[in-house]
């Protein structure tokens, strides 16, 4: 268990067994002192999926068009 004592300082802190894709708000109180951490990024590693597959599209079209005679551009 934490205690008041064993803390001098406090930064930064994140949840234990939160999903990659849940966002989360946490309140720690340490003494006298109130903290607030939060992520409200959801659904992240499906985005970052998303955003690949983005990347991959953009390259399939820019290479289609250079290839494309130019009475069809």
């Known amino acids: ?3 008041p004592e064993n803390v001098s300082s406090l930064e930064a ?3 234990v067994g939160i999903r990659a ?3 989360w708000l946490a309140y ?3 003494g006298a002192s ?4 939060f992520h409200f990024r959801y659904n992240k590693q499906r985005n970052a999926e998303l955003l690949g597959l983005a ?3 953009l390259e399939t079209a820019g290479g289609n068009y250079a290839r494309a005679p130019p009475s069809e551009r």
């Open 55 to 57: 990347d991959d599209y």
């Open 28 to 30: 720690v109180v340490v």
């Open 21 to 23: 894709d849940s966002g």
């Open 34 to 37: 109130g903290y607030v951490a």
């Open 13 to 15: 802190f994140w949840p």
């Open 1 to 3: 268990m934490v205690t």
